[in-house]
């Protein structure tokens, strides 16, 4: 019984740790916690892949991730057609 429960909360720690995802800040938030720039992502995608505007921040927010950062600050953005699209700078906190 006990290795089932830790094989359960192993699972669950597994899946908590894998879930996290970059966040969407201001760019007062990224000065005033003096975050590290990791330069830009774009997203630009065509055939209404990237249509609607949560489609768009998990898209950033993946990016942003794959590039090793904990946020992101979105530049410009707009709606073309059916698709969205969006430059966004990201950002990982400073060294201490």
């Known amino acids: 019984m006990k290795k089932i429960a830790l094989i359960a909360s192993l699972l669950v720690s597994m899946t908590s740790l ?6 969407q800040i201001s760019r007062e938030e990224a000065k005033h916690f003096n975050l ?3 330069g830009n992502v774009n997203v630009s995608a065509t055939g209404g892949t ?5 489609d768009l921040h998990d898209k950033l927010s ?18 073309h057609g059916p698709n969205f699209e969006a430059v966004a700078e990201v950002f990982k906190k400073g060294e201490k």
């Not at 894998?18 to 966040?23: E, G, V």
């Not at 942003?64 to 979105?74: N, R, T």
């Open 50 to 54: 990237i249509s609607s505007p949560s």
């Open 62 to 79: 993946k990016l942003a991730d794959e590039k090793g950062g904990e946020y992101y600050v979105i530049i410009a953005a707009r709606e």
């Open 18 to 23: 894998s879930s996290f995802a970059a966040d």
């Open 36 to 38: 590290t720039s990791l």
